[in-house]
T-cell receptor, first 116, second 112 residues
Framework: AQSVAQPEDQVKVAEGNPLTVKCTYS??????LFWYVQYPNRGLQFLLKYITGDNLVKGSYGFEAEFNKSQTSFHLKKPSALVSDSALYFC??????????????FGPGTRLSVLP | DTGVSQDPRHKITKRGQNVTFRCDPISEHNRLYWYRQTLGQGPEFLTY????????KSRLLSDRFSAERPKGSFSTLEIQRTEQGDSAMYLC??????????FGPGTRLTVT
């Protein structure tokens, strides 16, 4: 079965500094990996995904993520954080060889706080 | 707005009552998913439709829960005899392929 770990419940960074939100995963086959952001009382907004190809994936709002197969990681990064980036971030994984539904698994989330 | 929409956004109900939520997916998407999210947790899969066929159901979906997608467009999620433990955000998502999902704003259910 797939699983996702986000080892930090909370990340705090100062505005203008680079940010990293960590994600590690476990799947039996090849992974499809995703990052979503959630603002208070809102649904999840898609940020970016890794399916195949270049290990560095660029997404919305200046975010990017690097797929590292040997470390089974997919960390989310941004060179310069904004206060408006403060939100809850979810990493998700799906085994590429399996159907959707139960095989699409979310991590527990990391709360990002960007301090002015 | 061509995104996924959900109605209502908030629902407060008394224990034992039935509630029904609606999801309207992005029009060209044939796949529709329901998730439940409790405070501080990631979304948990409930059920999945491809067109009008319900292809997967989670063990989380007890007999009190039922979902339909009668014409392969909008979907409804009904909870019968609500319990306080049903209080959560119910999220709907849709996709046109097997790769990415787009989420609606959610329906927050509070059972008193």
């Amino acid at each position: 079965a797939q699983s996702v770990a986000q080892p930090e419940d909370q990340v705090k960074v100062a505005e203008g500094n680079p940010l990293t939100v960590k994600c590690t995963y476990s799947v039996s086959g090849n992974p499809y990996l995703f990052w979503y952001v959630q603002y208070p009382n809102r649904g999840l907004q898609f940020l970016l995904k890794y399916i195949t190809g270049d290990n560095l994936v660029k997404g919305s709002y200046g975010f990017e993520a690097e797929f590292n197969k040997s470390q089974t990681s997919f960390h989310l990064k941004k060179p310069s954080a904004l206060v408006s980036d403060s939100a809850l971030y979810f990493c998700a994984v799906r085994d590429a060889g399996r159907n959707y539904g139960q095989n699409f698994v979310f991590g527990p989330g990391t709360r990002l706080s960007v301090l002015p | 707005d061509t995104g996924v929409s959900q109605d209502p956004r908030h629902k407060i109900t008394k224990r034992g009552q039935n509630v029904t939520f609606r999801c309207d997916p992005i029009s060209e998407h044939n796949r529709l998913y329901w998730y439940r999210q409790t405070l501080g947790q990631g979304p948990e899969f409930l059920t999945y439709f491809q067109n009008e066929a319900q292809l997967e159901k989670s063990r989380l979906l007890s007999d009190r829960f039922s979902a339909e997608r009668p014409k392969g467009s909008f979907s409804t999620l009904e909870i019968q005899r609500t319990e306080q433990g049903d209080s959560a955000m119910y999220l709907c998502a849709s996709s046109s392929d097997r790769i990415g999902q787009y989420f609606g704003p959610g329906t927050r259910l509070t059972v008193t």
